[in-house]
């Protein structure tokens, strides 16, 4: 989940595209972590970030047996807020605000890790004491500049608290920001976009104008401007180009996007505009300065070797 380093350098490879519409078309690099897997679309080599998201993974879909799960110890952050969105199962949340939160289906997680978090991801032993699937999207926004120190906080919004539309006959959730008319109530730091979208095949669905922004297919596939955009890619648009996509079969797909927020300096679970920033972040997490997760104070994960140079 957000403290996974993925350092092998099979990088999204970008497929030869016609059209100006399309800047890039990623793929994910994959990590198995023992019959669960991750798919990392942000940051890359190729593209760092697409409005002020700097991270994108997909976990699962994953089916665990009954005592495994997810479990993941207690971890920090800096200078970004960390967006949990899922399809199916549960995750608890943990944090060093003192929330306790489980995440469900359609709810969003959205923590505000500031000038410092630490949070924790498990599940609640009626969980992990039977058979379940987990499947689910960890998105990291970058505070802009006069953010990146804020007081860490955490917000948990239900899934009937989003504006559900149809635009063209495809059913639509906003998550983040304003398109189609309407408005998310899920609070901004930058102008921000974030939608899921479901069409049946044949379907087409006109993609907001925003400053940057991305299409992430989590099942089916894809026609834009004259090329296939197959299941778990992610297709950059270019700026100021009217964009349709369409279904070439039943598709759930995200959209995410906003305005550009700076270059981010990023290692391991910090972001920062500033080298020193994550330098001193790095050190305070080695000498134990940042807060403890409440209700989960023993373990943590340790700064890895390859944030340490």
Known sequence: MSNILLTAEQDCDALEVPCQAIELI???????????????????????????????????????????????????????????????????????????????????????????????????????????RLHGLQLWLA?????????????????????????????????????????????????????????KAGQSLVLPDTAERAVYVVEGALKAAGSYLPTHSMTVFSRGELVTVTADEDTRLVVIGGEPVGRRFIEWNFVSSRKERITQAKDDWQAGRFDKVIGDEVEFIPLPDIARG
């Open 26 to 132: 990623l793929s994910p690099r994959v990590a198995d972590l023992g019959g669960f897997f991750v798919r990392r679309l942000l940051p890359t080599s190729k593209r760092k970030m697409v409005g002020p998201w700097i991270f994108f993974d997909e976990m699962g879909p994953a089916d665990f047996s009954p005592g495994d799960g997810i479990n993941v110890r207690p971890h920090p952050h800096i200078g970004i807020a960390t967006v949990t969105y899922l399809f199916e199962g549960e995750i608890l949340h943990r944090d060093s605000v003192g929330s306790l939160q489980p995440i469900r289906p359609g709810d969003v997680n959205l923590m505000v890790a500031g000038r410092g978090i630490t949070h924790s991801e498990r599940e609640r032993p009626d969980i992990t004491s039977v058979a379940h």
């Open 143 to 199: 505070l802009p500049e006069q953010h990146e120190e804020t007081d860490p906080g955490f917000h948990h919004y239900k899934a009937d608290e989003f504006p559900v539309l149809t635009v063209d006959d495809v059913s639509v959730r906003l998550m983040i920001g304003s398109a189609w008319g309407a408005t998310s109530p899920v609070q901004q730091f930058s102008e921000t976009l974030y939608a899921e979208a479901i069409l």
